[in-house]
């Protein structure tokens, strides 16, 4: 069943630095955009096995560095969590760092489509977020991108009698609309000379008046699966981390929620330093 799989590390930043990232002087722990995109991947192949691809074609798991010397893989099979979990230590590049300890929060797939439907979501993207759009790259958030990337995964992964047919996913992806964009874009260096420009910041989601409480339903058990899952591409190499807040659900019952300040707004990208 999809779970959250937390590993915290004895150090912080020494690990990324003896694998040739470079660590400003005073800061103790770093995030996804310092840290070179393939060595997340291949610590996260090293922990789940051989457990490969999942029917979407999609590698099983999200993952992301946290503050705090802490890594977080999101796991969506809907067996049990890999076969060598928890590591005893994972390998980022050249350094194997030790695992001080870990967590594993578990969530069945009907268990996320249970609950009071929400008609309005916040997603907070903490790592570069992109999609991909016609074969150009998207570096905004755009809510149709949104719904039809974890409608494949959920549907990859869920098991049959919750998987949401062709006809209802063509409804829900045509009744979500934006209600809000803050943030800016990032850029992450690949390597090669090469950069991916992503989205970090957050994006109000909302259902269209008048929207069924039965896709509502599946509004809400896709916004909670966006936490494990991730949004838009590679995922598997730490873009697309999202946080879900919804909280918005007070709404219903007349209580005002509190929203970021002030319009989106469109910086320059932030370059984050990576090998």
Avoid: K
Wanted: aromatic share 8%; glycine share 12%; proline share 9%.
């Amino acid at each position: 069943m999809p779970s959250i799989l937390v590993l915290r590390f004895a150090d912080s930043a020494a690990g990324f630095a003896a694998a040739g990232v470079e660590v400003p002087d005073g800061v103790p722990e770093v995030d996804i955009p310092d840290i070179a995109p393939r060595w997340l991947l291949g610590a996260a192949r090293a922990v789940c096995g051989s457990a490969g691809e999942g029917p979407s074609g999609r590698e099983p798991f999200s993952v992301t560095q946290r503050p705090g010397a802490t890594w977080r893989l999101g796991w969506l099979d809907d067996d049990d969590p890999p076969p060598r979990w928890p590591p005893a230590e994972v390998r980022f590049g050249s350094r194997a760092r030790a695992v001080a300890s870990a967590e594993t929060h578990r969530q069945s797939y009907a268990e996320l489509a249970r609950g009071l439907p929400v008609r309005r979501v916040r997603l907070t993207m903490t790592t570069p977020t992109f999609f991909t759009r016609d074969g150009h790259d998207l570096p905004l958030p755009d809510p149709a991108l949104i719904v039809r990337g974890l409608l494949v995964r959920w549907n990859g992964f869920a098991p049959a009698p919750l998987r949401i047919g062709a006809g209802d996913a063509r409804t829900l992806v045509g009744a979500v609309g934006l209600a809000g964009l803050w943030g800016a874009s990032a850029d992450v260096a690949l390597g090669h000379g090469l950069r991916q420009t992503g989205f970090v910041g957050e994006a109000e989601l909302r259902l269209l008046a008048g929207t069924s409480d039965y896709l509502a339903t599946m509004f809400t058990a896709l916004a909670r699966f966006a936490a494990y899952a991730g949004l838009g591409e590679r995922t598997a190499y730490g873009f697309g981390a999202v946080d879900v807040d919804l909280a918005l659900v007070t709404e219903l019952a007349g209580v005002p929620v509190p929203r970021p300040a002030g319009p989106a707004t469109t910086a320059a990208p932030a370059r984050a330093a990576a090998p």
